[in-house]
Each structure stands twice: as structure tokens, then as C-alpha cells.
């Protein structure tokens, strides 16, 4: 009995089960217990139990029997690339990693640990193999990531997931062997908050009972667990503190056990102590096969139930699916700070800041735009009602919380929380797009006095009355660092998000009864519109430039920043065509993306931060202002090539930055940043597609662009409001168009649809459901839409027939990791008189490139390129550029072609 109680605190001891305290209670009761036995006998059966195999009661669960894991239709694979990150993430928790399967594991807002590895060692072999340098494919889905790793001697299959919505993470390894294996899985323990939070006082200590690590601190408030049940043992750990190394334990296969059952990885963490670890610790070891269906079942719903899309572009329809996942996997659920969204994932390695794995208004007002489209209303309900939370007296909405942020005085001691002013314009502008996409009220409800708080900070820091707030007060914008920030006083960025806040502002007024506040609102989008047309706008230079300096004048560089105001619509279609051609010119696109500066500005540097990196979000930014001041060639251009960047580098999430010269992302890349792959979405959404929602009012404006090539479109469960609609578009060669637009309800909704119609072709014939329409003289407006209005019920067809015209093709050419841009970039197309149509193109020096042409227009001769026949009904047309001394410049040209309309001498 005596031995039995010995051997119990022993172990209690060393895996901090008994305060110090009763430590000390303990040594006096067994002091007073052994004390009529001799010292030398008490020592000696001191260190007999302390070195004794005998092992103490086995709690921990028995193996899980291999279960199938579902086929996912969006999953993707390829090779694995060993420096190429994965990640594996849910609300509360996350494993990320890297392809060679090295990994780490936050429960939020914690690190457990970091540089975890596996090792084989083979019955019968020496030298113990290593899991990374065997990794041979990756198949990553949205539930979870698979690395295969095979060997003469065995092949393991490693499956990472984290369960949706626990404080947990689990590694399926499923195993085939002929030979007994021992895998050595070691880690270097952490258990730090994320960055700048800070604890004292840990530790690690093997639990043989449980077959796990426990690593805990002095208060043993926060713990986290790792660790497997059939575990064999854990290495011994210094006493109150951390290993200097890796920590390992030891896992023995059996083939048999092996054909039949999974052999986990199982790891739990949380904040309140440490037995609601242990206890989730064994529910998740206990409940492993629900735990994946439920994530699997999580992310069919995502992908089921919000809107989706089918194109001719397979390519296309994945990369819009994973940009759902990427900006799902963005949505954390704090245990002190609440629910929202962060900015983007990467490995922390030694550190604590595990990408920007925190949350962030102005990306968050940012990615609401694509949320907001394709339905996830609950999830930005959470997010802007967090960002409430922490307003600032004066109304400032909070640029960045730390995940930390209960642990320290985050927002009384650091500087990050409030130093951007955009957010705040911002944050009105997003409230309000979700409003009219869902048609909440409510929330508007709620939110009301922040919304008004923070537009009176708006008004606070306008200081020289244009309506603008400044940077010069109010804080940063569209730059945090570089020469951009030289005597700035107000950039572009942080004038076209407050306009857009003043005309949310002006509806939400009406909206909640304060006519005073609506004129105000109405005289600031005057003023703030006017300012923006007149005091943007260089007329030598032909285009808007990117900010005021604090004496007046222009900063005249030439900056992708320019986007913004225009993808709302913001600016004069003249104008901001004008400023279009350069932003598609190779001054500031590449063949992945656009770059923030121009790489003819003195201050350019391809792999600098905010002066020539190619930034996906602003490329995202282009694309839908392309699209909405009819640049739609260039328009599909960044669209494709941000769909291109799903699969190039993290496989299924777009990097935050890459090289302005080179098709890779930056060192100092995030490799998951939520606006990079948000911007699949809203330019297709808001630009190709043209869905603008107006869910109070019942009214859907719908003007989409299809690319020429395109035949067909399907978009499914397209949230207006509570309905959900379904658009199936399809053409019949160049002439015959036709809508079906389907609704669950027979609710009536006003469909405002603009077609739009290629160069020289008009309308001939408009039917809605089988009944034929009255055309009036003259339905086509300036920018060649042919706008139609009627209401739809459950089910609308409207057929469109139109008669001439010409439609281009420019084919999509890849591009391969380590490349320079090489593409032919279409800046302007135009039309003169009645029957010719000019292109501006580039290209670089010796280089071909081929065009294609069709419809009710035929090309009669081309100036600057050579017919080159037809092909599946399309004119080819050839373009050269002759050599020049350096080939690597883009020549800009002009291609002219003479048409003739088919029928028509």
C-alpha cells in the first residue's frame, strides 16, 4: 500500500497533478508514514519505484477502425512540393504546415507547438527512415489534407484535419506494412499566446495514463495535449519548464492492427483548466469518424447550399469553390473575443504569429463584398458585430485584434489597434452591401449608433471641408510603408471608401427615420464625389492619380490603387477608361496579377512590400473595375489569372504577395491570405456577372460579360434576401442568347437586365417567356448594354437575338513558376465610323501572338497584323513584334480592322 501511494505521487508529481502545496502535505505524511523503517530502506524502495516498468492504469481509447473517407468533388492533388504549405484549419483550432509534413497546432489563441515530425523505424533495418523526405503526393481538400509518404517498406497516408468547431486537431495515419514499425513523433512544445501575448512558467510531462504530452504553465490555466493511444512511451522532461529540444514519443505498429484500424494523432488545448482538456482530449480520441463528418458535412454545405457556378472553364468553378473555403477558413471563434474574420494563415515557426491569424476590419470590410455575394450573411453578421465590440469612443473602428488581445491591454498599450483610417468609411460601406444583399434590417438595427459614431468620426477628420477624411489625421490607408507615404495627406483608397460610406449612410438614414442625417449624407456625397473627379484627375498625364500631399498638390505615381473608386462606379466612365489602359499595360500587369506601383517609377522594386509587388486583392480591385467600365478583355485577363493562383503555390489558397518581375510569391508571404482568394469572387460577381442586389427594395440588377468564348454559364443559390435564385445562360453561336432565371418563390422580383452587345450589332428580337416584346427605336445605350426590365416570378426566359457586330477573343496563355510576364495585353478596344474597330495592344519585342474574331461583322482587312484564315468558325488574325534591343520590353500597337457585315455588300 505504502509502495502504491509512493508510486502515485511519483507520477502526480512529475505530470503536475498536485499543487505545490500539497507536494509538500504529502512529503510529510510519507515522512511519518516510513518513519519507523530505516532511511536506507526507504531510499532504495524509493528508487525502485522510480525506475520500475510498472505501468500505471491505461486511460486512453482504443484505436479507431478505418473508416472511408468520402470523395470530395473539389479536392486537389498533385506532387508534393517540400516547402509548399498546407494547413488544416476549423473555428477554434488549426494545424499548419508544410508539404514535407512538418507541422504545428494552435488552439486559439494558443500555440501548443511547432516542428512536429514523424520517423520510421523498420524491424529489422538501422537507420530510421524520415516521413518528409518520403512524401510523394498531396490531395488537399476543404475537410481536410492527405500526404502520402511511401517507402519500399511501407506506404503511410497521413490525414490532417481539424474538426469544425472543437479546441482540437486529429492526424490520421493509416499505415501498410509487411513489417512491424515504430514511428517517432517529436515536437518542440510552446504554449504560447499569439502574438505580443505572453505566459511564464511552462512545462511538459508525459502522461502514460492518457498515452499523451500534457503542457501546461505554473497556473495551470492553459494546457494543451498531444499524443496517441498507442503510444508506448514519452520521453522524461525537466521539471517545471520546457524542454531545450524536441520532446518524442514513440508509437509501435502492428501490420495487422494496421489493415484494420487508424493509428491518431490526437491533440486538445483550451484555457480553462485542465480537465476540460483531458476530458475533450478523450471525447475526440473516442469520436474521430462523426468528428470528420461533420466537418465533411460543413463544408458540403458551404459548397451546396452558396452559390456556385458551372463555365466552360473547369478551372474556373474549382478556383471559385476553394476561394469559398479559403475566406471559410478565415472565420475563427475566439473563447474571450468572439466570432470573426482574420486575415490570412501561415507558419509561425519559433514565433507567435501564425500569418496575419488575427482579425482585421478593413480586411474584413474587404472580403464581405465576395461573402456577402455568395451568401454566407451569418458569418459577416459575427464579424462586423465583433468589430462593433470594440469601437473607440471617437467612433474609430478597430483596424486589428490580436487573438490575445483578453490576455494583455491591448488596446490601451499597443499601437496597432486603431491606425488605419479606411476601416471605419469602410466598415459603414460593408455594413450597408450586406444590407442590401440580405435584406436585413435588423442588424441594422442593432448597429445603428456604431454606424452613426463612426460616420461622425468621418466628419470629425475632414479638416479642409472636401468631405474626405485624411491620412494626415485619421491614420493610415492604401499604404502602411515606402515612398508612397511621403508627405501624404489623402490617399485615393480612403476617398473612395468614405464616398461609399456616405451614400450608405444616405439610404440608411431614410431607412431609420433621420432626414436630417440623410441631407447631410446627401451633401457629402456631392462634395466627396466632386472632389474625387476634380482633384484625382491629371489631365497631362490622361488618368487619376493615387493621392493629395499635404501641400496640394498630386502624388502623380502610377498605382494599381486607382481600382478602387472605380470598381464602385465611383468615377467619370471617360476618365476612368482613360486610367484603365495604363492599369492594363505592362507598367503595372503581369502575367499574375497587378503590381501596386509601376515599374517605370524610380521608387519601383519588384520584391518590395507597398513599392512593386504584385498584390492579388488590388488585382482584384482592377478586374472588377474593368468590368464595370467595359474593359472586359482585360477584365478576364486578372480574372484568370487570379483563378491560376488556386493551384500554383499553397494548393487551393493565394499567397498575400509576389514578385513584381517573377511569377513567385515573396519570401514574407503569407501563403492563405483571405482578400487575395477573395477576389475570385467579387469580380466575377460584380463585374462579369453584374449581380448587384438590392434585397429591401425587391430589386436585381443582372448585366453580365461572358467572355467570347464562353457558350454557356450556370450559377446556382445566388442569395437576394431569403431567395435564392438560379441563372442558366446559354448562347447559340454568335446571335441567339438565352436567360432562364429561376426562384424558389413566386414572390414577384424586379429584374433589371443590361445585355451587353459586342461592337456594331443591334438588336433584332426580344422574347420573354415565348411572347415577343416590343422594341423601342433605340434600347442600346452609350456603353452597348441593352438594358430590359421586367419582374420575375418563379421561373422567367428571356431570349435575345441580336444582328451583326464582331466579338474578340484573346486566348489565355499560362504562365510557369519563375517566369516574366510574356502575354499580349489588350489595353483599348474602340470603334470609328461604321465599320472599323481599333485595338491597342502590347507585346513583347520578337514575339507573335494570335487573336480571334467572329460574329455578324467580317473582318475585310487588318492594319497591323496578317488574316491568318478561320478555324471552328473564328477569324485568326496574327500580331508580330519585330525585335528590339531588349526583348524583354513591351511595344505597345495598334491593330485596325476594316469589317463588313455579313449579307451586305
Known sequence: MVLCDIRKRKREYETGEISETSEKAERFSLVSLISPVSYSLFFFLFSFIIYASAQPQNNSQPLPGKFTLQPNPIELTRAARPNIYFEAVGRKSALLGKESGNFESWVFPLKLFHDARISISVEGTDNPVDFGSNVERIITRPESTTLTASNQLFTIHATFFTPIDEQGSIIL???????????????????????PGGLGGQSAAWRDDLKAFVISES?????????????????????????SGALRFDIKVDPKLARQFY????????????????????????????QYQKTFNHYRRLREEMMSIETPETSFNLAFEWAKVALDKGVVDNPELGSGLIAGWGLAGEGARPGFGWFFGGDAAINSYAMAGYGDFDSLRAAFNLLAKYQRADGKITHEISQAAAMIKWFDEYPYAYYHAETTPFYIAAVFNLYRQSGDKKLIEELWEVLKKAYQFCIDNDTDGDG??????????????????????????????????????????????????RELAEQKCQRVSAAINELYWNQREGRYVYALRRNGQQNTELTAWTAVPMMFGQLDARRASETLVTLSSSQISTDWGTRMLSNSSPAYDPIAYNNGG??????????????????????????????????????????????????????????????SSGMVITPLIRGMLGLRADAPNGILRFAPQLPAGWERLRVQNYRVGSKKLTFNITRTGFSNFRYEIEKEDDEPLKLQLAHALPPFAAITQVVVDGKKNKITTNPVTADNRFNYETTLRQRTVIEITQRGGIEIDVPHTSVRHGNRSSSLKVLEVTTFGANRLALRIEGLAGQSYR??????????????????GQEGGWNLIEVYFPPSGNNDVYQTRNLELRLRESGRR
Open 219 to 243: 497556473r495551470r490555466k492553459y494546457n494543451g495535449l498531444f499524443g496517441c493511444p498507442e503510444a508506448t512511451r514519452g520521453v522524461a522532461t525537466p521539471a517545471h519548464q520546457l524542454a
Open 468 to 517: 474626405i477624411l485624411e491620412n494626415s489625421k485619421a491614420g493610415l490607408g492604401a499604404s502602411e510603408l515606402g515612398s508612397l507615404l511621403a508627405d501624404l495627406h489623402q490617399d485615393i483608397y480612403l476617398a473612395a471608401t468614405n464616398l461609399e460610406a456616405s451614400l450608405a449612410m444616405r439610404e440608411l438614414a431614410v431607412l431609420m427615420g433621420d432626414p436630417a442625417l
Open 851 to 868: 487573336l480571334r474574331t467572329r460574329g455578324g461583322h467580317n473582318v475585310q482587312e487588318v492594319a497591323g497584323g496578317i488574316l491568318k
Open 173 to 195: 495515419l493509416d499505415i501498410d506494412t509487411m513489417r512491424p514499425l515504430t514511428l517517432t513523433v517529436s515536437f518542440v512544445p510552446d504554449l504560447k499566446p499569439m502574438w
Open 614 to 675: 504584385v498584390w492579388p486583392f488590388l488585382t482584384g480591385f482592377v478586374a472588377a473595375a474593368e468590368y464595370e467600365y467595359r474593359h472586359p478583355h482585360s477584365g478576364f485577363a486578372h480574372l484568370m489569372q487570379l483563378v491560376n493562383l488556386t493551384f500554383d503555390h499553397a494548393l487551393g489558397y493565394h499567397p498575400e504577395i509576389l514578385s513584381g518581375d517573377f511569377y513567385r510569391p515573396l519570401d514574407e508571404s503569407v501563403p492563405h491570405q483571405l482578400f
Open 263 to 290: 493509428y491518431p494523432l490526437i491533440i486538445a488545448g483550451g484555457i480553462d483548466g485542465r480537465q476540460p482538456v483531458i476530458d475533450l482530449y478523450q471525447r475526440l480520441a473516442g469520436s474521430i469518424p462523426e
